[in-house]
């Protein structure tokens, strides 16, 4: 047992070391025999030993005892696993017990508050930006869709113009054959039937001025009528 956590503790063989004595070949087993444990009773028969032994001196008091007993030839005198465990409970509870764990704890404690302070103000971050990114799409589609209402009020637009403008003609053209109906008969017949230049030039000038504004006053009311049958129609504003 106390092999294991010495191996645990410093990732070597306790008695991974180099004796004095000559050999042909260095094996823990005759390091085991020959009890050379580098803190042990035959220390001094150790010509050296790999670094990471060295940090069995910060060990605690209680433990280098434990480990000493364990590493040595009497072994009525070695500690029994209950005794490893009471002595490592007590390790333990001095240890939570003392000003060093305190001051531990707390810089612990204070470590993880500002890791969660710094994780809550990433968060926020992360939520700002998502709702900025939200934010700004919106008004991306939303500018989006007023060009395209725009757009399309536009095609409405052009479309209720050009159809207002061939009713207008429509409606023109059937008036001028109206007028011309009307106003050209009469006109022959001022011309052939009353007597003097000046009369009759009057009479053409009359029936001319008559003429247009017949043709302005038939448009008018055919826009009038046409409203009025159609009054859901966009040409209207255009009429």
Known sequence: MAV???????GL?????TPWEERE???????ISQNLFPFGENRSKIRSFPPP??????LHPVLKQLFQRSFSL?????????????ATHTIITEYENSEIYRRQE???LRREAEEQRKQEERRRREAEERRKQEERRRREAEE??????????EAEENMAKKRAEKLKQKFKTKATWKAFLICFPATWLC???????AFRIGWVIFLTIGYFVSINNMVDEKIKKYKEEHPDDPANKYL
């Open 4 to 10: 294991v956590f010495y191996q645990l503790l410093f």
């Open 106 to 108: 707390e810089e612990r």
């Open 191 to 197: 011309w052939h039937n009353f007597e003097g230049w």
């Open 53 to 58: 032994h060295n940090k069995f001196k910060a």
């Open 13 to 17: 063989h306790p008695y991974v070391v």
């Open 74 to 86: 009497h072994v009525a005198n070695r500690p029994s696993a209950e005794e490893w465990g009471r």
């Open 144 to 153: 989006q869709r007023r060009q395209e209402a725009r757009r399309r009020r």
């Open 25 to 31: 070949t260095n094996e823990i087993a005759q390091n």
